[in-house]
């Protein structure tokens, strides 16, 4: 079972109260208050995507256990089941923190899970679907089921680039992983397209000391090596 934690005070770190810390104090799973806590942890957090964006607070900060817990408790928010777009968001923030703790089948499920209210509610091309597909595509990636992955980057990265205003980075890791799947099965040439891509459109938006742009740098070069040593 799951951890259960019960607040048991809210410190505001502002005057405006924007920024609070939450003590919380883990229970027994079968505590009778279980659902007394919850509605507790709503009423002092907020509504569904409140507890949302502290969930995501909460992996920024790698607490994964209580974002966890967070998130489990929006998916009983009055009207998420009715809600495709925070359903979706909910499992495939799920799917990410199972992926952190390398439990890749159960991040699969809860991807494939998001993925399949987006299909079913979503318009075809619907911009929540990229991120949704992309990191459907970086389990299988981890899998070593490369057709798999490659098929979900290459969907990923059509969603956005017929969006009206494509997101560039979010174009350049499309391209990246594209290069990574090409890496691994060889296919040199393939690679070092979408490498050079993915650097193309990293340094339109990124300073050139930027991680980013040193990771784009280190897999082109990957890719020569590999290419001499194959030679």
Not at 89 to 104: E, P, R, V, W
Not at 105 to 128: H, M, N, T, V
Not at 156 to 179: F, M, Q, T, V
Request: net charge negative; with cysteine; glycine share 4%.
């Amino acid at each position: 079972m799951d951890s259960v934690f019960r607040i048991r005070g809210v410190e505001s770190l502002n005057t405006n109260n924007q920024l609070k810390i939450f003590d919380l104090q883990l229970t027994d799973d079968e505590d009778r208050d279980l659902r007394a806590l919850m509605e507790r942890m709503r009423q002092d957090i907020g509504g569904t995507n409140n507890l949302i964006n502290f969930g995501r607070l909460l992996i920024e900060m790698d607490n994964l256990d209580q974002s966890k817990q967070f998130y489990q408790i929006a998916l009983q928010g009055p009207g998420v089941q009715d809600d495709p777009r925070t359903l979706a968001m909910i499992y495939n923030d799920l799917g990410f923190i199972a992926s952190q703790y390398n439990f890749k089948e159960r991040a699969l499920r809860f991807y494939k899970a998001a993925l399949s209210i987006g299909q079913e509610r979503f318009p075809l091309q619907d911009a929540q679907l990229s991120p949704i597909l992309n990191n459907i595509g970086e389990i299988y990636f981890a899998l070593n089921d490369f057709d798999k992955a490659e098929e979900c980057f290459q969907r990923a990265l059509e969603i956005d680039l017929k969006l009206i205003s494509p997101n560039i980075y979010n174009c350049a890791i499309r391209y990246h992983n594209i290069g990574m799947v090409y890496k691994e099965k060889a296919n040199f040439r393939k690679a070092l397209s979408n490498f050079e891509q993915s650097l193309t459109l990293k340094q339109m938006l990124l300073p050139p000391t930027h991680p980013s742009i040193a990771v784009s740098i280190r897999s082109i070069g990957d890719v020569y090596r590999a290419h001499n040593c194959s030679n």
